[in-house]
């Protein structure tokens, strides 16, 4: 009875013609997401290290940099980590 069960429910089983393309587009959409985070991640750690030069060249106040600094750190934290990629869906 269950094998008949089991049975029935494998040949009703499909899988879409397109199904290994529509996961290789979905990985692809999803290391370009990777990718535009850590150009941000670059971009909010290069504003960083601009912010502490202007202030050290007299161009911002303290003020001015401290509340540009913890700006861009309340960026950088909100950022989501990239986790490690790999070549291989899993």
């Not at 911002?60 to 990629?85: C, F, G, H, M, N």
Request: net charge negative.
């Amino acid at each position: 009875m269950y094998e008949h069960q089991l049975e029935t429910c494998l040949n009703a089983f499909h899988i879409p013609d397109d199904y290994q393309e529509r996961l290789l587009e979905a990985h692809r959409k999803l290391e370009g997401a990777y990718a535009d985070v850590q150009e941000e991640r670059a971009n909010l750690e290069s504003s960083l290290k601009r912010a502490k030069r202007l202030f050290e060249f007299g161009d911002y106040t303290e003020a001015e940099y401290l509340a540009r600094r913890d700006d861009l750190i309340r960026q950088l934290e909100s950022l989501q980590p990239v986790p490690k990629q790999t070549n291989e869906l899993n």
